[in-house]
């Protein structure tokens, strides 16, 4: 078990260029989480995967904001035409489903840090 | 979205027990309380959860109201590797947790 990958692990940008951050989740983890935390708050939800399939999607993810599981294991998530405001840390989660709620936890990876400038 | 209240802010002493307290009012009969912390440059990570009953594990203990309505995280005996955010979540097992903004810990050494 080598945990939640997350790359690169900080990424500094101009305003107005596109991005892309990577998640590789735990092998056998079914379901994938993206979330995004600015300073002195918590993690807020943008968007989860069920395999491959885009379940979610939270209405702080603008039409900018896009992500992809295509074979329901690494996952991307891009962001076009950055803005100032997108600076935070990207954070992806996974975790096992159909074992029971009881079971369900999420295991967070160390985030990737973006920088607009 | 599910509401947690708890103290912005909280600070103990190292090798003392640390209570941490949240209110979940609004907790329905099938969601499950979670609590994650997050250290300095990490993700969250996964500290304890339960239903009903109090629960134990080797990294705390979680203290269940019988109206379900709160809970308590319990540190034994902290150490300064516990200092941290520490966020209360509840839930329908993993799906979509909604973080507030946590109870930052303070470990005095």
């Known amino acids: 078990d080598t945990g939640v990958s997350q790359n690169p692990r900080h990424k500094i940008t101009k305003r107005g260029q596109n991005v892309t951050f990577r998640c590789d989740p735990i092998?056998?983890?079914?379901?994938l989480y993206w979330y995004r935390q600015t300073l002195g708050q918590g993690p807020e939800f943008l968007t989860y995967?069920?395999?491959?399939?885009?379940?979610?999607k939270s209405r702080l993810l603008s039409d900018r904001f896009s992500a992809e599981r295509p074979k329901g294991s690494f996952s991307t998530l891009e962001i076009q035409r950055t803005e100032q405001g997108d600076s935070a840390m990207y954070l992806c989660?996974?975790?096992?489903?159909?074992?029971?709620?009881?079971?369900?936890?999420?295991?967070f990876g160390s985030g990737t840090q973006l920088s607009v400038l | 979205d599910a509401k947690t209240t708890q103290p912005n802010s909280m600070e103990s002493n190292e090798e003392e027990p640390v209570h941490l307290p949240c209110n979940h009012s609004?907790?329905?009969?099938?969601?499950?309380i979670h609590w994650y912390r997050q250290l300095p440059s990490q993700g969250p990570e996964y500290v304890i959860h339960?239903?009903?009953s109090n629960v134990n594990n080797r990294m705390a203990s979680l203290a269940i109201a019988e109206d379900r309505k709160s809970s308590t995280l319990i540190l034994h005996r902290a150490t300064l590797r516990d200092a941290a955010v520490y966020y209360c979540?509840?839930?329908?097992?993993?799906?979509?947790?909604?973080f507030g903004q946590g109870t930052r810990l303070t470990i005095n050494p």
């Open positions: 989660a996974s975790t096992i489903t159909g074992t029971g709620l009881s079971n369900e936890k999420l295991f």
């Open positions: 092998s056998e983890h079914n379901r």
């Open positions: 995967f069920q395999n491959e399939a885009q379940l979610e």
């Open positions: 609004t907790i329905s009969g099938t969601d499950y």
């Open positions: 339960g239903l009903t």
């Open positions: 979540i509840h839930s329908k097992g993993a799906q979509k947790l909604v």
